[in-house]
């Protein structure tokens, strides 16, 4: 396995080997020992999530807050999204900073992000799935999100032809400076 550092020092990019054929190709795309070797961290799985997105549809950005903090490794399984991780650590140097990257299905790239990290996507292929695994359950009483668009923010997001389609939830989701963020 391949690992990039990304501009969050905590945020890994990961990439498998693939082995391909003439019938098409195998990825191992989650080992544990390898993963464990390769963070440093014994991260604990304990949960699978499947989604599929339209072109356009901006996912996030999410996070869970303790007891119930949520690492996630994440990875698209058909199409292309724009991920973006932001840093919501208020006690890190790098609290506000973002980290965004293409994950396209073709390249087996997954992207690490710790507890302590927003997340989410835009879907810019017609369809986008994507995969991710938490290291907690989903628990509704620690959710947590901030506005896609915070200009204290300035994620600079792929160009749109037309406004995002996001939930409900996305769309009265509070700036970072009103949201219930890490220490």
Not at 61 to 81: E, N
Not at 159 to 172: F, G, I, K, Q
Request: glycine content about 6%; charged content about 25%; hydrophobic content about 45%.
């Amino acid at each position: 396995m391949r690992v990039s550092p990304t501009s969050l020092p905590e945020v890994l990019l990961l990439e498998a080997e693939v082995v391909r054929d003439a019938r098409g190709f195998v990825v191992e795309s989650f080992n544990q020992r390898v993963f464990e070797a390769t963070v440093g961290d014994a991260a604990n799985f304990v949960l699978d999530v499947h989604s599929r997105s339209q072109r356009g549809v901006l996912r996030g950005l999410h996070y869970q807050l303790p007891p119930c903090a949520q690492g996630k490794l994440v990875r698209v399984i058909a199409g292309r999204v724009f991920d973006v991780v932001v840093d919501v650590r208020r006690s890190s140097p790098n609290f506000r900073r973002w980290f965004g990257v293409e994950l396209d299905a073709e390249k087996p790239q997954q992207i690490w992000i710790p507890p302590g990290f927003a997340h989410g996507f835009l879907a810019l292929s017609e369809t986008a799935e994507v995969l991710y695994k938490t290291t907690s359950y989903y628990a509704p009483g620690t959710e947590g999100s901030v506005r896609w668009n915070d200009p204290d923010i300035g994620i600079e997001w792929p160009r749109m032809s037309s406004a995002p389609t996001l939930s409900a939830r996305d769309a009265r989701a509070p700036a970072l400076a009103e949201a219930l963020v890490f220490d």
